[in-house]
């Protein structure tokens, strides 16, 4: 890691949380171990949640027709996953649209393993580049 990054993640950390990992430092505790194990941990409730959503999401979608809304559990839990930036790597824009990467109109979907935020100008090309061929999504998805 380069200085700028160091510096940003220790701005991001509380002054308590700063004490605490400090502490578990000074008690000879491997505090990056612990980091990984809580974010490991993070993980897998976020995908235990989407699979319980993604299930539910299904069994009221097999009843009737879903509403163009998306349920605000979902909305809260793709929020988890990528937080309040567009999920375009290296965008780092406010995120402002939820995308559906099957489409809507056509899926009739709010499936959470397939929606992602994304900010104005990265919702409209992804939409304008599907009508006009699907290039964008090729050369950003996959390399």
């Not at 171990?33 to 949640?49: C, D, M």
């Amino acid at each position: 890691m380069n200085l700028n990054k160091d510096i940003t993640l220790m701005r991001l950390l509380s002054e308590e949380m700063k004490e605490k990992l400090l502490e578990l430092a000074e008690k000879g505790l491997d505090v990056n171990q612990i980091l990984k194990e809580l974010l490991t941990q993070r993980e897998s409730a976020i995908n235990q949640k989407i699979q319980h959503l993604s299930q539910k999401q299904a069994v009221k979608e097999a009843e009737s027709t879903p509403a163009r809304h998306i349920p605000a559990a979902i909305q809260k839990t793709i929020n988890e996953i990528f937080g309040t930036k567009c999920a375009m790597p290296n965008c780092g824009k406010p995120a402002e649209q939820i995308h559906h990467e099957k489409p809507f109109t056509k899926y009739k979907s709010h499936d959470p393993q397939t929606l992602k935020p994304l900010c104005k100008g990265h919702h409209e090309l992804w939409h304008t580049e599907r009508r006009l061929g699907d290039g964008w999504r090729k050369r950003t998805v996959g390399g």
